[in-house]
């Protein structure tokens, strides 16, 4: 993991197999407008939110423990680069610490030399902390 690219972690009491689960439920802490399957290796899925839309492959699943979200496309009106995310990866890991379970998320490639830094940063904050969190913990996220 580079120290500059983006990453948050979250603890849970669920398992690490719950964990992988809800990860893979994008529609249920992510994005309500979620197409495809984020399960294991050679999956595709797209979300979007309105005119921003980002296109996944999974490069990597290792139920349990990883999973990595390869961008192979997007459209991100906010952005003068509007194919910033394109040929970043998102990679979870998933490990036990002190009886719980850790989620680590890093996004390769969004780190501040990126325009998006500071929009994905807060993004990907209130996503995973606030919404994914809740899903792990109280069992309802908050997608948009």
């Known amino acids: 993991m580079e120290q500059n690219n983006y990453h948050s972690s979250i603890t849970t009491n669920v398992s690490p197999k719950e964990a992988f689960e809800n990860i893979a439920r994008v529609d249920a802490w992510w ?3 979620f197409t495809g399957y984020a399960t294991k290796t050679g999956d595709t899925f797209t979300v979007q939110f309105g005119a921003t839309k980002v296109d996944f492959v999974i490069s990597e699943a290792i139920p ?8 192979t496309d997007c459209h991100l009106p906010f952005l ?5 995310w394109t040929g970043t990866s998102v990679n979870w890991e998933i490990g036990s610490e002190n009886g719980e379970t850790r989620i680590d998320m890093t996004h390769i490639g969004i780190n501040p030399g990126v325009e998006c830094f500071e929009i994905c940063n807060a993004g990907w904050n209130r996503h995973i902390q606030d919404s994914l969190n809740n899903l792990m913990n109280k069992g309802e996220g908050k997608p948009s």
Do not use: F
């Open 31 to 33: 994005a309500k407008n």
């Open 64 to 71: 349990e423990k990883k999973i990595v979200w390869l961008v």
């Open 80 to 84: 003068n680069d509007k194919n910033e």
